[in-house]
Structures are given as C-alpha cells and as structure tokens.
C-alpha cells in the first residue's frame, strides 16, 4: 500500500490494538501457552528418534499465535475445513511469487470475510462475551464511530498480518543519491541481506558470530543502517516489537528443551545454506534436526 491516509490509518489501529506494549504484554499468556505447545509437540517426535522439518513446528507455532491475536483462533491446530484450507493457502503463498498470488490470495480474503460475518453475527446475541481480539476491537470501533467497516482494506490488513508482508518501496518524486539518479515511480528493493554482509560495515561479514553484538551499539531497530532485518524509517515493520519478544522464546525454548542432532552425518560445515526466494527467502533445503530429550 502506498504512503496515504488509509496507510496511516490502518498502521495507527494496528500499533494501538495489536502492537502497543500494553497490548503485547496482555497476549504474554498467549506467547508462553504456543511456545509449551511447541516444546511438546517437538517431544513428542523426540521420542521416535527421528528427524523433524524445525520449520514445519515453527511455523505453526506463529500461525496459531497470529490467528489467535487477530481472530481467537488456533488456525494451525484445528480440523475444521475453514483451518485446513487456510492452512494449504498460506503456505502456498509463503512460497510462491507475486504472479501466482492472486487465486490464492482470493481465496485467503473469502475466508476472511467468513470470520468477520460470523463474529458481526454473535456480537448481535445479548449473552455476547467480548473476545479480547484485533477483530473484536475492529467491530467495536466500527460501533463507535457508527460506520461502516471497510471489508476491504480490514481484509487487506489481514492478509498482511498473516503473511508478515513485506514490498518493495516506490519513490514519490525524482531522487539523486550520489550520482545515480532514480526516477520518480521506480521500484526499489532494498537489499538488506547484501548490506548485512558488507565487508565495509562488518568484520568477517560471513562468520556468525553473536559475540559481535556484546559491547556494540548496534541494534536491529532501524537505526543502525547496517542491520536492517526489519526495514527503517516510516515503513519500519510494524511486527518488530512482536518478533523480538516471540522469536527468542521460541528458540530459547527449544535449545533449553533438547539436544539437537544433524541427521545422516550431515555436519554444520557441509550443511546446506543455499537460498530460494519465494514471498519470504528460505532455505532451499529445509533444516532437519533430530531433538533429544534431555
Ligand atoms: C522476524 C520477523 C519479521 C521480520 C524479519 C520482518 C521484516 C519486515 C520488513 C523488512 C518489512 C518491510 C519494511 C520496509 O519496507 O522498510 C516488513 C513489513 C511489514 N511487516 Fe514484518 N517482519 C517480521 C515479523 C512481522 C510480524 C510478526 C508481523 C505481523 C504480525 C509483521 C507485519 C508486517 C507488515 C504489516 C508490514 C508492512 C508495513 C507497511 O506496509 O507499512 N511482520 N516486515
């Protein structure tokens, strides 16, 4: 969506009822509960001894904790047909590109539509006990304000919540940067994997090493231009505050829980980190990994 009032609009009811620290301390249940789910469904393929896809387990893990936030719903877990077909559309369109998103994308705003007709309906019953969700708290500004909710755009919304939607930035007017010139209307893609491992910014760009980040100022905030996981400025990912809390305890989680082990003598040297773009870049291979109960 271009910079424009409805943007900023929608950005300011996501920050104040999704991602406000108040909002986010009030879902610390929510986190903890999807991260002891993980942790046992992980146990439970321990004890077969066989290797498991981490990124299978990770992703119904964010899954279950987004359809929670925006709709009360455990869309990774449950067998109704609407979570089913969720599911299979999501991932389709997590690993497709732009051409073929359209179907897909089609059919994820039908279900959308679905769950907002449902919830408008029970909020109509008397004996309707609010859900502490971004949908209820949509329907009730709606209420508030006496207008009409714009299906649409909420859809839109939606689709970017659950997809952690990223794009490409469209310059407003002609703009020169050093000598090159980029035309008003050009679509920029701003390389933030390319500016990670810069030899000029980094020592040893290409060695993890997380002792880097000890005594460094160095934050993935948006304003230290070396490291930009999330973005920068104004289109900074509205998600961030999320994924800083959600992230480190999933995988603290997970390293505390288990051993981890490589399958088939497959050793970190000689591990596969080859890349394929698909709406999110991923591996090319998926990780395997053998957990262990400790
Ligand atoms: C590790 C996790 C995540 C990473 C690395 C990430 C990264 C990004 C990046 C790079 C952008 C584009 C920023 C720009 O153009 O400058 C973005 C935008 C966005 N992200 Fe995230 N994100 C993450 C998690 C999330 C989560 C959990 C949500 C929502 C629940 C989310 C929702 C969005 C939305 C809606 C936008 C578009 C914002 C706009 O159009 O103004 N992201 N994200």
């Known amino acids: 969506m271009p910079i424009s009032t409805t943007w900023r609009n929608l950005r300011k009811i996501c920050n104040l009822h999704i991602f406000a620290s108040q909002k986010l301390d009030a879902n610390q249940n929510l986190r903890r509960n999807k991260v002891e789910q ?44 609407t979570a089913l077909e969720f599911r299979e559309i ?11 998103m359209a179907i897909h994308s089609k059919k994820m705003m039908n279900i959308f539509d679905k769950e907002i007709e449902k919830r408008s309906e029970l909020r109509k019953m008397n004996d309707y006990i609010p859900a502490q969700d971004f949908l209820d708290s949509l329907l009730q500004i709606s209420e508030d304000d006496n207008e009409e909710l714009d299906r649409n755009l909420i859809k839109h919304l939606f689709f970017d919540l659950f997809t952690a939607g990223t794009d490409t930035t469209t310059t407003e007017v002609d703009i020169k940067i050093h000598n090159f010139v980029i035309p008003k209307g ?6 933030a994997w390319a500016i990670g491992r810069d030899p000029n910014f980094w020592e040893e760009p ?63 040297q000689s591990l596969n980190m080859d890349e394929t773009y698909g709406l999110i870049l991923q591996k090319a291979q998926p990780l395997k990994v053998i957990p262990r109960s400790i």
């Not at 050009?186 to 390389?191: E, F, K, P, R, T």
Request: charged share 20%.
């Open 90 to 100: 999501l991932l389709v369109i997590k690993e497709s590109i732009r051409r073929r």
């Open 206 to 268: 290409e060695l993890f090493s997380l002792e880097r980040f000890i005594e460094s100022e160095v934050d993935v905030k948006g304003t230290n231009f070396g490291l930009i996981p999330f973005g920068g400025g104004r289109r900074i990912c509205p998600g961030l505050l999320l994924a800083i809390r959600m992230l480190p305890l999933m995988l603290g989680a997970l390293i505390h829980s288990f051993d981890w082990e490589l399958e088939g003598g497959v050793t970190p």
């Open 38 to 81: 993980l942790i046992a469904d992980v146990g439970d393929s321990s004890h077969i001894g066989e290797s498991i896809e981490i990124s299978t387990f990770a992703f119904k893990t964010t899954l279950n904790l987004i359809s929670n936030i925006v709709f009360s719903i455990d869309y990774a877990d449950s067998s109704s047909n």
């Open 186 to 191: 050009a679509q920029v893609l701003i390389n």
